[in-house]
């Protein structure tokens, strides 16, 4: 049987664009620009009379495992209609594409699902209908999400109009760079910002009238997958800036950094201003008193009424008396003493010792709890109190007057040796040795008792901790 065109003059040939325009089925071409001989099938047009191996040169586009899919273009050689693309994963499971588009010899679209970045790489293979295929390797990867590190929920609390620099928010991408943004609607609080490389957020919370929750949600984004993650940052009412708004419970105090702060709770019946140490041996101290020797010379800072035992009246007002009042609110040589001692329970004391510039730290827990030294008053019923204290909870640097590990708390006003109340290290004698007392009725002997400044021994009350002249301080704490 002779093969030859309609014309009668055989097998038509030339590029691609001469192909005939209205080709009956089964008729040949020559094409010369595809360098083939191709049939008009009814199925699928023009085909290569034989099948070529298709060839896969390289792919473009992402699989998103926030999606779970992915739009992948494929480019390559001898494309067919009706060519499949799949995917293979590093465990030999091939996936087929949820659909292949046909738009060239040399370009085919596919659409991925199901792909696992547990599996990655995978390689990329286009077999046409007669069953020739092609294959790219180790080319789709899954742009795996970023995966948060950083738990979901509260940030922490703290104090209105403080600073904070909180820890940087962590989400990890095995193969991308994560950048952190505010999510749509969501807002920090105003003179806070969010690092959208570090992730750390940052700045000076706001003044606010109350407790304060601020909410929002932070994306963490690979530049294709986006994952959310809510948080919380709390603000809480700063108190105790002024006699009027005191900090009114410890619990609600512990929140707050060291500094000088206004105080009413458990039961003070009002508010006093003093320094707050949140920081020694686990914070939570309010200072009561400070006691001083400066240069050797007396100073009262006690107690210099003239109510005291020994003289023509005798009331309770050892640690009453708002002719001594002074201000606690900085760890200074002022003339400072509170009505803290009167109204509020603790269990330990902490003093705090500076000796012309050597500072040191001892801690105690008293022998009985709930303890207020309101018990120093010469009152019928706490005439004669004795706390002696032997547990040291905390230690630094170098003590002089307080180097003992134990410590009294004593009041004798009707027993020998009758010098009222003092806080002592506990010593053979068991008086003013090295200590604090509070008997002012103008006498320096033994006997007669000390005007509340510190002492070496009983030979004269204007001396130093170690029998100098030398200055000393000391600043007592209680909680």
């Known amino acids: 049987m002779a093969i030859k065109k309609s014309s009668g003059s055989g097998i038509p040939s030339g590029l691609t664009a001469g192909r005939p325009a209205n080709p009956g089925f089964g008729q040949l071409y020559a094409n010369g620009e595809a360098a083939r001989l191709e049939l008009f099938t009814q199925a699928s047009g023009w085909q290569n009379i034989i099948q070529e191996v298709p060839g896969v040169a390289s792919i473009t586009g992402n699989y998103s495992e926030a999606t779970n899919s992915g739009n992948i273009t494929i480019a390559g050689t001898n494309f067919v209609t009706g060519a499949i693309a799949s995917a293979i994963g590093t465990n030999g499971v091939e996936t087929q594409a949820t659909s292949t588009t046909y738009n060239s010899l040399v370009q085919l ?3 991925f699902t199901g792909l696992s970045n547990a599996n990655e790489p995978y390689d990329i293979k286009v077999t046409n209908p007669s069953n020739l295929f092609g294959m790219i ?16 929920g509260t940030l922490g609390t703290f104090a209105e109009q403080v600073s904070i620099t909180l820890s940087a928010l962590s989400a990890s991408d095995s193969d991308s ?21 570090t992730g750390v957020i940052s700045g000076t919370l706001p003044d606010v009238l109350s407790d304060t929750t601020y909410s929002f949600t932070i994306n963490a984004s690979d530049g294709l997958n986006i994952i959310p993650r809510s948080f919380s940052i709390t603000s809480i009412r700063l108190y105790g800036q002024s006699a009027q708004e005191p900090v009114p419970s410890k619990s609600l105090m512990s929140s707050y950094s060291s500094g000088t702060y206004w105080v009413k709770f458990d039961g003070m019946q009002d508010a006093i201003q003093t320094y707050f140490d949140n920081s020694t041996a686990g914070g939570g101290w309010l200072l009561a008193f400070t006691v001083t020797n400066a240069n050797g010379k007396l100073v009262n800072w006690w107690n210099n009424d003239t109510s005291m035992p020994g003289n023509s009246s005798n009331t309770p007002n050892y640690f009453t008396s708002t002719s001594t009042l002074g201000s606690t609110a900085t760890m200074s040589k002022s ?18 010792e500076n000796h012309s510039g050597t500072i040191g730290k001892k801690a105690y827990t008293l022998g009985s709890t709930n303890t207020y030294l309101g018990w120093f008053q010469n009152t019928a019923t706490h ?3 004795t706390n002696r204290v032997s547990s040291v909870i905390h230690s630094e640097g170098t003590m002089r007057a307080f180097n003992t590990n134990q410590l009294d708390f004593n009041l004798q006003i009707s027993g020998a040796p ?3 109340g003092r806080i002592v290290p506990e010593g053979p004698i068991n008086e003013c040795v090295g200590g604090i007392s509070t008997r002012t009725d103008g006498n320096n002997s033994y006997s007669a008792g000390w005007s509340g400044n510190l002492l070496k021994n009983d030979s004269g009350r204007a001396y130093a901790t170690d029998g100098s002249t030398s200055d000393h301080t000391a600043w007592i704490f209680v909680r």
């Open 177 to 197: 760079t994560i950048s952190y943004a505010l999510a749509s609607g969501s807002s920090l609080p105003s003179g806070v910002t969010l690092n959208s490389t």
């Open 109 to 111: 679209t596919a659409v």
């Open 383 to 385: 005439n004669d109190f």
């Open 335 to 352: 003339n400072a003493k509170n009505t803290l001692f009167n109204t509020y329970g603790f269990a330990d004391t902490m003093i705090v």
């Open 137 to 152: 390797p180790d080319a789709l990867y899954v742009n795996a999400s970023p995966v948060w590190q950083t738990a979901s």
């Open 418 to 420: 009758g010098d009222g």
